[in-house]
Nanobody, 120 residues
């Protein structure tokens, strides 16, 4: 299984930006679509965004469209989540995940999560 390690979370004021990274353990990374999910306290985990293997197809939840950007660098086995114009409602633990294809929302593997806290 591909092992995933997220980084880049932290505390930021509303209106600020953060960039999350998710590094995969091996070269099979480019064989998979990737996604970012998040889980806020007391809420279910939700899909935020996903990207296909080559990086030319993406999907965003309505709540983050125009503010978040997913990208990937297959040479570095890394997927990124650029988060701009953050709002307190974005506060959550963010998880990267491996998808067999971009047409599914069911991950086959998860990272450990990274906390993002947006203060008002």
């Amino acid at each position: 299984q591909v092992q995933l390690v997220e980084s880049g979370g932290g505390l930021v004021q509303a209106g600020g930006s953060l960039r999350l990274s998710c590094a995969a353990s091996d070269r099979t990374f480019s064989n998979y679509a990737m996604a970012w999910f998040r889980q806020a306290p007391g809420k279910e985990r939700e899909l935020v965004t996903k990207i296909n293997r080559s990086g030319d197809t993406t999907y965003y939840a309505d709540s983050v469209k125009g503010r978040f950007t997913i990208s990937r660098d297959n040479a570095k086995n890394t997927v990124y989540l650029q988060m701009n114009s953050l709002i307190p409602e974005d506060t959550a633990v963010y998880y990267c995940a491996v998808l067999v294809t971009v047409y599914t929302n069911s991950p086959i593997n998860w990272g450990q999560g990274t906390q993002v806290t947006v203060s008002s």
